[in-house]
């Protein structure tokens, strides 16, 4: 508890602690003046007695002094001794010397104050007076301390008293009108921030018309400004959503379009616009493999156009493409819908037929041969005849590539060739 | 030695010790003696001194020559009187001399002495007392409750007029009273005091102040006389047996012994009327 009030970690201790400090300050200020003034009070009343004291008793000492009755003057200052004021007598001769000196304390261990009274001791003799000395009362801050002690034991219990009543009275205060609501407050920000409901607001259960109760206003403001303003963040966040999904449809659309063109340009033959060699493989391979396991037959014919090299070099390369398109485009439309066709070299063509047997592939391999034995190709006012070589080759249950039918093909083709061109062999 | 003589010897000794038993009970009778301080005349020992002053020297010079042991109680006067009618003190040996039938004690027919009164001045003051004329304008010292009435009913009825009190200083205290007196004489703060001269004597040789002070006569009108008194609580045959022991005694001793016993405390009776 006394450390939580030396370093509080809450407002209203801090604040208590604050004015705890002040006003235990003010009051041992205050307290000290009054300490100070009754002190000055009292010395000056102390020192009134002194001098009456001395002036009362300066009768009888001025009789033993006359008299020389030093045993008088023993006895009349050890009595003056007795007194609760006095801590010290001193009687001077008319010399100023000193006759008798008595101390009640130690004089090793003199007060912290002597004060004194003096009084003037005479005889009068034949009507004239004659001096004979002096009397002089000491007292000290001790004697003013036992006489004001009551009354600051007093003061001070007071003082106590009203502290500690002022201490907890300042507690409950601090806790009822600054502690509680501002938890409270911390309370429901956090809640409002937790929850992250809209529409809600602070509403502190006890609130004078005072800098909270603004506090709170100024807050519901405020969060009603944040909601304002997230709304309209939230509306332009959607609106710039929408705009960005539409942009990213469109830019989509054209992605795939522009994937279909570059996948179509990737496996097409640039020239003829079949299949080129890589895609006819990759095509044909899963058509190999759908076969074997139906148990099925492809066939593979390759075919080479006869004397390309010499139609190049008469004709010139030009009316070499043109003829490796016009052979393309017929083969094309003799072949069925399933049918791979691809230009797997210069003038080298292939054609794999899915679900057909030897007989059949020669069957269309020659029918192409046949048509492009008849077929004249017009370029640049230039009729141009071509023939074609082919080999045919079946799949056999061991294959497991499209290579093994190539190799068989490219071997029937060799036949071919050697054997005069134009020609199928299988 | 023969058994006759053996004997012979043994009577005589019990005959001695019964002979010296009756002389003790004859004689060894005690005295219970209460005194006060009034220096030189009766003095209390101190452990410089055992003198007892010459009144009691006397007391015991008389008594002694009859078989009589002292014993002293060394009081207050009040007390001593006190004592003695009470029984407890058998004799107080100085007291004024006064009539009055409603004492407790009785006086003896001889006085201790007739004391002649004196004046204390200091050396160089002229003044003699010429009667209570003599003294007006003079500051006179005296002790409380002194009483000089036996002596001079003019001179006690001056010092107690309160018209005089400026005149009169009137010194309390106890055996300092007169050495205080006599400094104040000395420091011009009272001119005269009168006391006895046996006592004025002692004082001034006491202090050494015969060069400052002395003694002026003449003194008082009367003398101060002073005489033993004895408690009525002793048996009246017995009372007036010891009465009559002082009285011889205290005759016997005049002259040459009792200016002996002066001498011992270095005074004399030196009235020169």
């Known amino acids: 508890m006394r450390f939580r009030f030396f370093r509080p970690n809450n407002l209203s201790r801090q604040l208590l602690r604050v004015i705890f400090s002040i006003y235990l300050a003010v009051t041992l200020l205050v307290t000290g003046i009054q300490f100070f003034a009754e002190y000055v009070k009292t010395k000056e009343s102390i020192l009134n007695e002194l001098e009456q004291l001395a002036r009362t008793v300066s009768a009888p000492v001025s009789t033993s002094l006359w008299q020389y009755n030093d045993k008088q003057v023993e006895a009349l200052a050890s009595g003056l001794l007795e007194m609760p004021i006095v801590e010290g007598i001193d009687i001077f001769n008319q010399h100023a010397e000193t006759v008798l000196s008595k101390k009640s304390y130690n004089i090793m261990s003199i007060p912290l104050s002597i004060f004194s009274a003096s009084y003037d001791l005479t005889w009068f003799k034949n009507e004239k007076e004659t001096k004979l000395g002096a009397l002089t009362v000491y007292s000290s801050s001790s004697v003013v301390f036992d006489r004001i002690l009551f009354n600051f034991i007093l003061i001070f219990i007071a003082s106590v008293i009203n502290i500690s009543i002022l201490f907890f009275s300042f507690v409950w205060a601090f806790d009822r009108f600054l502690s509680v609501p501002l938890t409270e407050l911390i309370s429901q920000v956090d809640d409002i921030r937790m929850d992250r409901k809209t529409g809600r607001r602070i509403s502190l259960p006890v609130v004078e018309n005072n800098e909270l109760k603004k506090l709170q206003d100024h807050m519901n403001m405020m969060f009603s400004d944040i909601e304002n303003h997230q709304k309209k963040l939230l509306e332009d966040e959607k609106e710039k959503r929408n705009w960005l999904e539409d942009a990213v449809a469109k830019r989509t659309e054209e992605l795939l379009v522009a994937n279909e063109n570059l996948k179509y340009l990737a496996a097409k033959d640039y020239l003829t616009g079949i299949l080129n060699r890589r895609s006819f493989y990759d095509y044909s391979h899963p058509l190999l493999i759908s076969s074997q396991r139906n148990r099925s037959f492809v066939s593979f014919i390759l075919m080479d156009i006869d004397h390309f090299k010499v139609i190049n070099d008469t004709h010139g390369h030009f009316v070499g493409d043109k003829v490796l398109v016009h052979f393309a485009q017929m083969t094309g439309e003799l072949l069925r819908k399933p049918d791979l066709f691809g230009r797997i070299g210069g003038e080298e063509f292939a054609i794999l037929l899915p679900d057909t047997e030897a007989d059949e592939a020669f069957r269309i391999a020659d029918e192409i041969r046949k048509a492009v034995g008849i077929s004249v190709l017009d370029v640049d006012g230039k009729s141009i005849t071509y023939t074609i070589s082919l080999g045919v080759a079946s799949s056999e249950p061991g294959d497991v590539s499209v290579d093994e039918l190539f190799k068989r093909a490219d071997v029937k083709l060799y036949e071919a060739k050697n054997k005069g061109r134009d020609r199928v062999q299988a | ?273």
Request: aromatic share 10%.
């Open chain 2, 1 to 273: 030695m023969s058994k006759h003589n053996l004997l012979g010897r043994l009577f005589i000794l019990v005959l001695f010790a019964v002979g010296l038993g009756t002389g003790r009970a004859g004689y060894a009778e005690t005295l219970k003696v209460c005194y006060d301080q009034w220096p030189p005349l009766t003095i209390f020992p101190s452990n410089g001194s055992s003198a007892r002053g010459v009144v009691i020297d006397m007391f015991e010079e008389v008594y002694s020559a009859q078989g009589y042991e002292l014993e002293f109680f060394e009081v207050p006067l009040a007390r001593g009187l006190a004592m003695v009618s009470d029984g407890l003190c058998d004799i107080l040996p100085e007291y004024v001399e006064a009539v009055n039938t409603e004492n407790d004690f009785v006086y003896a027919n001889e006085p201790t002495f007739a004391y002649t009164t004196a004046f204390v001045v200091r050396r160089d003051d002229p003044w003699r007392y010429l009667g209570i004329q003599s003294i007006k304008g003079k500051r006179v010292a005296t002790g409380p409750g002194w009483d000089y009435s036996s002596m001079s009913m003019s001179y006690q009825s001056y010092i107690d007029d309160p018209n005089n009190a400026d005149f009169v200083e009137v010194i309390a205290g106890y055996d300092d009273v007169v050495d205080r007196i006599l400094r104040m004489i000395i420091e011009d703060r009272v001119d005269l005091y009168a006391d006895n001269e046996l006592v004025l004597q002692h004082v001034l040789n006491r202090l050494n102040l015969h060069d400052e002070l002395q003694i002026a006569f003449p003194g008082l009108e009367k003398k101060l006389v002073e005489r033993p008194i004895f408690s009525k609580k002793i048996p009246a045959e017995k009372r007036q047996e010891l009465i009559r022991v002082w009285d011889e005694g205290r005759l016997s001793i005049k002259g040459e012994k009792e200016s002996m016993l002066l001498q011992k405390y270095g005074v004399k009776l030196e009235d020169p009327s």
